[in-house]
Protein backbone atom coordinates (compact mmCIF):
# COMPACT_ATOMS: atom_id res chain seq x y z
CA UNK A 1 0.00 0.00 0.00
CA UNK A 2 2.80 2.46 0.48
CA UNK A 3 3.98 2.26 -3.05
CA UNK A 4 0.46 3.09 -4.50
CA UNK A 5 0.40 6.35 -1.51
CA UNK A 6 4.03 7.27 -3.15
CA UNK A 7 2.45 7.40 -6.74
CA UNK A 8 -0.82 9.47 -5.64
CA UNK A 9 1.62 11.65 -3.82
CA UNK A 10 3.77 12.01 -6.94
CA UNK A 11 0.52 12.68 -9.09
CA UNK A 12 0.06 16.25 -10.62
CA UNK A 13 -3.42 16.09 -11.47
CA UNK A 14 -4.73 19.41 -13.31
CA UNK A 15 -9.00 19.78 -14.23
CA UNK A 16 -9.42 20.22 -18.02
CA UNK A 17 -13.18 20.86 -18.62
CA UNK A 18 -16.62 19.82 -17.43
CA UNK A 19 -20.30 19.92 -18.98
CA UNK A 20 -23.76 18.75 -18.49
CA UNK A 21 -24.80 17.05 -22.03
CA UNK A 22 -28.92 16.63 -22.68
CA UNK A 23 -29.02 14.13 -25.28
CA UNK A 24 -31.12 15.74 -28.24
CA UNK A 25 -30.73 12.68 -30.46
CA UNK A 26 -29.53 9.32 -29.57
CA UNK A 27 -25.96 8.76 -31.63
CA UNK A 28 -22.77 6.64 -31.22
CA UNK A 29 -19.67 7.98 -31.98
CA UNK A 30 -17.52 4.96 -33.32
CA UNK A 31 -13.84 6.14 -32.26
CA UNK A 32 -14.58 8.35 -29.60
CA UNK A 33 -10.74 9.56 -28.41
CA UNK A 34 -9.28 12.27 -26.06
CA UNK A 35 -5.80 12.65 -24.69
CA UNK A 36 -7.43 13.00 -21.20
CA UNK A 37 -8.94 11.16 -18.87
CA UNK A 38 -12.43 11.49 -19.08
CA UNK A 39 -15.48 10.07 -16.38
CA UNK A 40 -19.23 10.06 -17.07
CA UNK A 41 -22.02 10.43 -14.79
CA UNK A 42 -25.28 8.85 -16.21
CA UNK A 43 -27.78 11.35 -15.07
CA UNK A 44 -30.67 10.00 -16.89
CA UNK A 45 -30.76 6.72 -19.70
CA UNK A 46 -28.15 5.01 -20.13
CA UNK A 47 -24.23 4.80 -22.28
CA UNK A 48 -23.05 2.24 -23.93
CA UNK A 49 -19.27 1.78 -24.56
CA UNK A 50 -16.81 -0.88 -26.17
CA UNK A 51 -17.38 -3.37 -28.69
CA UNK A 52 -19.41 -5.58 -26.71
CA UNK A 53 -21.99 -2.60 -26.25
CA UNK A 54 -21.57 -2.93 -22.26
CA UNK A 55 -24.27 -0.94 -20.56
CA UNK A 56 -23.72 1.92 -18.17
CA UNK A 57 -27.00 2.89 -16.13
CA UNK A 58 -28.76 5.90 -14.28
CA UNK A 59 -26.17 6.42 -11.10
CA UNK A 60 -23.33 4.30 -12.59
CA UNK A 61 -20.22 5.93 -13.78
CA UNK A 62 -17.97 5.24 -16.68
CA UNK A 63 -14.12 6.22 -16.69
CA UNK A 64 -12.33 6.30 -20.00
CA UNK A 65 -8.68 6.73 -19.57
CA UNK A 66 -7.04 9.27 -21.77
CA UNK A 67 -5.58 7.76 -25.12
CA UNK A 68 -8.23 5.21 -25.55
CA UNK A 69 -9.74 4.74 -28.60
CA UNK A 70 -13.60 3.42 -28.18
CA UNK A 71 -16.98 3.44 -29.73
CA UNK A 72 -19.74 5.27 -27.42
CA UNK A 73 -23.67 5.46 -27.60
CA UNK A 74 -25.18 8.28 -25.80
CA UNK A 75 -29.13 7.94 -25.51
CA UNK A 76 -31.71 5.42 -25.67
CA UNK A 77 -33.51 3.83 -28.92
CA UNK A 78 -31.90 3.55 -32.25
CA UNK A 79 -28.72 6.07 -32.75
CA UNK A 80 -26.84 7.56 -35.68
CA UNK A 81 -23.69 6.01 -35.70
CA UNK A 82 -21.05 8.59 -37.04
CA UNK A 83 -17.16 9.17 -36.80
CA UNK A 84 -15.52 11.49 -34.65
CA UNK A 85 -14.71 13.73 -37.55
CA UNK A 86 -18.46 13.45 -38.32
CA UNK A 87 -19.44 14.29 -35.24
CA UNK A 88 -17.65 17.53 -34.74
CA UNK A 89 -19.45 19.33 -37.34
CA UNK A 90 -22.78 17.98 -36.56
CA UNK A 91 -22.88 17.77 -32.57
CA UNK A 92 -25.39 20.23 -32.00
CA UNK A 93 -28.19 18.12 -33.60
CA UNK A 94 -26.87 15.44 -30.70
CA UNK A 95 -26.78 17.34 -27.98
CA UNK A 96 -27.78 20.57 -25.77
CA UNK A 97 -24.91 21.83 -22.90
CA UNK A 98 -27.62 22.37 -19.81
CA UNK A 99 -26.17 24.76 -16.93
CA UNK A 100 -26.13 23.33 -13.36
CA UNK A 101 -29.36 24.41 -12.10
CA UNK A 102 -30.91 21.94 -14.90
CA UNK A 103 -29.92 19.12 -13.21
CA UNK A 104 -32.36 19.12 -10.69
CA UNK A 105 -35.02 18.47 -13.39
CA UNK A 106 -35.83 15.60 -15.75
CA UNK A 107 -34.59 17.20 -18.87
CA UNK A 108 -34.78 13.77 -20.80
CA UNK A 109 -31.70 11.23 -21.21
CA UNK A 110 -28.55 13.02 -20.28
CA UNK A 111 -25.24 13.11 -18.61
CA UNK A 112 -22.11 14.98 -16.64
CA UNK A 113 -18.43 14.55 -17.44
CA UNK A 114 -15.12 15.97 -16.01
CA UNK A 115 -11.87 15.58 -18.01
CA UNK A 116 -8.73 15.64 -16.16
CA UNK A 117 -4.77 14.98 -16.27
CA UNK A 118 -3.70 12.80 -13.65
CA UNK A 119 0.79 12.70 -14.42
CA UNK A 120 3.09 10.86 -12.38
CA UNK A 121 5.77 14.02 -11.42
CA UNK A 122 4.43 15.82 -14.56
CA UNK A 123 6.04 13.31 -16.79
CA UNK A 124 4.14 10.28 -17.35
CA UNK A 125 -0.09 10.08 -17.88
CA UNK A 126 -0.44 7.56 -14.89
CA UNK A 127 -4.06 5.76 -16.04
CA UNK A 128 -2.78 5.70 -20.04
CA UNK A 129 0.52 4.04 -18.36
CA UNK A 130 -1.62 1.70 -17.32
CA UNK A 131 -2.91 0.31 -20.61
CA UNK A 132 -5.98 -0.25 -19.10
CA UNK A 133 -9.59 -0.20 -20.75
CA UNK A 134 -12.85 1.64 -19.85
CA UNK A 135 -14.46 0.23 -16.44
CA UNK A 136 -17.68 1.28 -14.86
CA UNK A 137 -17.97 2.37 -11.38
CA UNK A 138 -21.46 1.87 -9.74
CA UNK A 139 -23.24 4.39 -7.40
CA UNK A 140 -20.86 6.53 -5.70
CA UNK A 141 -22.26 8.88 -2.98
CA UNK A 142 -18.55 10.84 -3.24
CA UNK A 143 -18.21 10.80 -6.68
CA UNK A 144 -21.32 12.31 -7.30
CA UNK A 145 -20.87 14.85 -4.79
CA UNK A 146 -17.24 15.47 -6.40
CA UNK A 147 -18.78 16.12 -9.60
CA UNK A 148 -21.59 18.67 -8.56
CA UNK A 149 -19.08 20.25 -6.29
CA UNK A 150 -17.19 20.96 -9.69
CA UNK A 151 -20.19 21.89 -11.73
CA UNK A 152 -21.66 24.04 -8.99
CA UNK A 153 -18.18 25.52 -8.71
CA UNK A 154 -17.64 26.11 -12.72
CA UNK A 155 -21.07 27.58 -13.01
CA UNK A 156 -21.37 30.18 -10.20
CA UNK A 157 -17.52 31.34 -11.46
CA UNK A 158 -17.26 33.10 -8.05
CA UNK A 159 -13.93 34.10 -6.36
CA UNK A 160 -11.84 31.27 -6.01
CA UNK A 161 -13.51 28.56 -7.98
CA UNK A 162 -10.57 27.39 -9.71
CA UNK A 163 -8.92 26.86 -6.33
CA UNK A 164 -11.64 24.92 -5.26
CA UNK A 165 -12.08 23.18 -8.40
CA UNK A 166 -8.54 22.01 -8.15
CA UNK A 167 -9.11 20.58 -4.84
CA UNK A 168 -11.95 18.35 -5.56
CA UNK A 169 -10.71 17.20 -8.87
CA UNK A 170 -7.92 15.78 -6.75
CA UNK A 171 -10.54 13.88 -4.39
CA UNK A 172 -12.00 12.69 -7.84
CA UNK A 173 -9.01 11.28 -9.10
CA UNK A 174 -7.79 9.82 -5.56
CA UNK A 175 -11.49 8.41 -5.16
CA UNK A 176 -11.19 7.00 -8.77
CA UNK A 177 -7.67 4.68 -7.84
CA UNK A 178 -9.39 4.00 -4.27
CA UNK A 179 -12.35 1.99 -6.16
CA UNK A 180 -9.60 0.44 -8.88
CA UNK A 181 -7.43 -1.20 -4.91
CA UNK A 182 -10.65 -1.94 -3.76
CA UNK A 183 -11.90 -4.50 -5.94
CA UNK A 184 -8.25 -5.26 -6.66
CA UNK A 185 -8.56 -4.06 -10.95
CA UNK A 186 -5.64 -3.46 -12.90
CA UNK A 187 -3.11 -5.65 -10.13
CA UNK A 188 -0.28 -6.50 -12.61
CA UNK A 189 -0.09 -3.04 -14.11
CA UNK A 190 -0.46 -0.99 -10.86
CA UNK A 191 2.92 -3.47 -9.51
CA UNK A 192 4.69 -2.94 -12.62
CA UNK A 193 3.93 0.85 -11.99
CA UNK A 194 5.05 1.03 -8.97
CA UNK A 195 8.56 -0.63 -9.30
CA UNK A 196 8.99 1.93 -12.57
CA UNK A 197 7.77 4.59 -11.20
CA UNK A 198 10.61 3.97 -8.29
CA UNK A 199 13.48 4.27 -10.64
CA UNK A 200 15.18 7.04 -10.55
CA UNK A 201 16.55 6.64 -14.25
CA UNK A 202 13.53 6.02 -16.00
CA UNK A 203 12.31 9.50 -14.02
CA UNK A 204 15.30 11.47 -15.22
CA UNK A 205 14.28 10.37 -18.84
CA UNK A 206 10.54 11.18 -18.38
CA UNK A 207 11.72 14.26 -16.98
CA UNK A 208 13.62 14.89 -20.17
CA UNK A 209 11.39 14.10 -22.64
CA UNK A 210 8.73 16.24 -21.19
CA UNK A 211 11.44 19.68 -21.29
CA UNK A 212 12.79 18.78 -24.69
CA UNK A 213 9.96 17.71 -26.99
CA UNK A 214 11.46 19.79 -29.89
CA UNK A 215 14.89 18.60 -28.95
CA UNK A 216 17.45 15.92 -30.04
CA UNK A 217 15.32 12.45 -28.43
CA UNK A 218 17.10 9.72 -29.80
CA UNK A 219 18.31 6.68 -27.89
CA UNK A 220 21.69 8.18 -28.08
CA UNK A 221 20.52 11.16 -25.92
CA UNK A 222 18.33 9.05 -23.82
CA UNK A 223 21.17 6.40 -22.91
CA UNK A 224 23.52 9.67 -22.20
CA UNK A 225 20.73 10.79 -19.67
CA UNK A 226 19.95 7.67 -18.38
CA UNK A 227 23.70 7.04 -18.11
CA UNK A 228 23.09 3.22 -20.06
CA UNK A 229 24.04 1.99 -23.27
CA UNK A 230 22.92 3.21 -26.38
CA UNK A 231 22.47 -0.24 -27.12
CA UNK A 232 20.53 -0.97 -24.23
CA UNK A 233 18.62 1.70 -23.32
CA UNK A 234 15.68 1.02 -25.36
CA UNK A 235 14.98 -2.52 -24.10
CA UNK A 236 15.67 -0.45 -20.69
CA UNK A 237 12.68 1.50 -21.00
CA UNK A 238 10.43 -0.95 -23.02
CA UNK A 239 10.96 -3.67 -19.74
CA UNK A 240 9.68 -1.24 -17.31
CA UNK A 241 7.28 0.39 -19.37
CA UNK A 242 6.08 -2.20 -21.66
CA UNK A 243 6.78 0.69 -24.83
CA UNK A 244 10.08 1.37 -26.61
CA UNK A 245 10.65 4.97 -25.96
CA UNK A 246 10.14 6.49 -29.60
CA UNK A 247 6.00 5.51 -29.16
CA UNK A 248 6.37 7.11 -26.07
CA UNK A 249 8.10 10.31 -27.47
CA UNK A 250 5.66 10.40 -30.37
CA UNK A 251 2.62 10.27 -27.85
CA UNK A 252 4.10 12.91 -25.71
CA UNK A 253 4.75 15.33 -28.63
CA UNK A 254 0.70 14.57 -29.95
CA UNK A 255 -0.44 14.92 -26.54
CA UNK A 256 1.13 18.73 -26.55
CA UNK A 257 0.20 19.61 -29.64
CA UNK A 258 -3.08 18.91 -29.03
CA UNK A 259 -2.86 20.96 -25.80
CA UNK A 260 -1.47 24.02 -27.79
CA UNK A 261 -4.33 23.60 -30.76
CA UNK A 262 -6.64 24.11 -27.74
CA UNK A 263 -5.54 27.01 -26.22
CA UNK A 264 -3.16 29.09 -28.48
CA UNK A 265 -3.26 30.79 -31.45
CA UNK A 266 0.04 29.55 -33.53
CA UNK A 267 -0.20 28.04 -36.32
CA UNK A 268 -0.20 24.12 -37.27
CA UNK A 269 2.85 24.46 -39.08
CA UNK A 270 4.30 26.44 -35.80
CA UNK A 271 3.09 23.98 -33.73
CA UNK A 272 4.15 21.26 -35.48
CA UNK A 273 7.67 22.72 -34.97
CA UNK A 274 7.30 23.21 -31.32
CA UNK A 275 7.00 19.40 -30.17
CA UNK A 276 9.70 18.14 -32.76
CA UNK A 277 8.73 17.81 -36.35
CA UNK A 278 10.23 20.02 -39.09
CA UNK A 279 8.04 18.32 -41.79
CA UNK A 280 4.71 19.91 -41.23
CA UNK A 281 2.91 17.51 -43.63
CA UNK A 282 4.63 14.28 -41.74
CA UNK A 283 3.09 15.76 -38.19
CA UNK A 284 0.02 16.42 -39.91
CA UNK A 285 -0.73 12.97 -41.44
CA UNK A 286 0.43 11.60 -38.14
CA UNK A 287 -1.73 13.67 -36.13
CA UNK A 288 -4.45 11.90 -38.33
CA UNK A 289 -3.38 8.70 -37.25
CA UNK A 290 -3.39 8.89 -34.07
CA UNK A 291 -6.94 11.17 -33.50
CA UNK A 292 -8.61 10.09 -36.67
CA UNK A 293 -9.32 13.74 -37.11
CA UNK A 294 -7.14 16.63 -38.92
CA UNK A 295 -5.31 18.98 -36.62
CA UNK A 296 -7.88 21.99 -37.76
CA UNK A 297 -10.67 20.18 -36.73
CA UNK A 298 -9.38 19.44 -33.31
CA UNK A 299 -8.25 23.62 -33.24
CA UNK A 300 -12.07 24.35 -33.77
CA UNK A 301 -13.56 22.24 -30.77
CA UNK A 302 -12.31 22.92 -26.82
CA UNK A 303 -13.77 19.50 -26.42
CA UNK A 304 -15.40 16.59 -28.74
CA UNK A 305 -18.24 16.75 -26.57
CA UNK A 306 -18.24 21.02 -25.90
CA UNK A 307 -21.28 22.65 -27.41
Known amino acids: MEDYNKIIESLNVHYKKINNIKVIQPITIENFYDVENTIFRINQGEITYGK ?7 GEFLFVP ?14 VS ?6 ISRREHFFQSLKHTDLLQEVGDSFSYISFDAKVFDSVNFFASLDIPAFVIPESK ?3 EYILAVSEEKFRNEAGHQRIIKLVTDQLVVEIIRHVLRQG ?8 NSTYFKDPRLIDIFAYIKDNLNGDLSNKKLANVAN ?12 LTGINPQDYIEYQRMEQAVSLLRTSKKSIREIGHEVGYKDTAYFCRRFKMMFGIPAGKMRRRESLMNI
Open 52 to 58: DKNVVRK
Open 66 to 79: GGKNIPLTFGRGTP
Open 82 to 87: LSNDEF
Open 142 to 144: KLN
Open 185 to 192: MFVEQLAT
Open 228 to 239: VSEDYVGQYFKM
